[in-house]
């Protein structure tokens, strides 16, 4: 069978305890969180950091705190920083690239979300591309509009990123792109046309993430995610238990398309990163 590459998006920026006890706040129970969801399956972790009060934080200590971790106890794991925009000054979204984490997440456009535009204006764009080739991230490109297909190629043209990034469908945000399975079709062609070379997942939010997911697997995509970042329940009637429940999920989909979770080593090699730093 084919492996993909399980992602797990572990706190994100909005679920609270107060949504779901299972969300890890601390860099310990992030850590923890982390390695579960690896024994289970994932090989690439996506991480946002968050106050003692569970405000979302830039603090560089705490990602650094959370990489340290995962990188002891799930050997190879690809950590992928966020810099993403809900409720951070925006000056700081950065501020933790110089840890070298192998990957970070990089949004090409403005949108809007529920209750807030998410800004990410061109020259903030170009800075964060330009600072992730210094350090030699590689970015997952977060898709939430057409246009920023078409931004990620401009970064490619002006030098600011390599040709082969890695693209990410965001589906299912309110005011934001509907998670609907003609539109992945759409996107995808575009991508295919404008960045033949990435590689590619889509995320579905809350109630879309298992259909997202099954979408992705019949278009043979590169990658999965999951987490309770994007999704706080297993079902419709029952929460989560951990990040690694949700990833299980993902595995038993994976089996009905004949894929299998990749090794950490499987997914270094299918995103082009190099070995893990030991
Ligand atoms: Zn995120």
Redesign the pocket.
Known sequence: MKPIILAV?IT??VPRKRDNPAVPITPSEQIESTHEAFEAGASLV?I?VRNADETPSSDPERFAAVQEGVRKLCPGMIVQF?T?GRGRDPSARGSSLYLRPDMA?LSTGSVNFPTIVYENAATFVSELAERMLEYSIKPEIEIFDLSHIHAARRLIDQGLMHDRPHVQFVMGIQNAMPAEEHLLDILLAETQRVIPKATWTAAGIGRHQSEVMRWALARNADALRTGL?DNIRISKQRLATSNAELVKQAANLCALYERRPAKASEARAQLGLEAALS
């Open positions: 998006a994100g920026s996506h946002h966020s993403g997440s970042e």
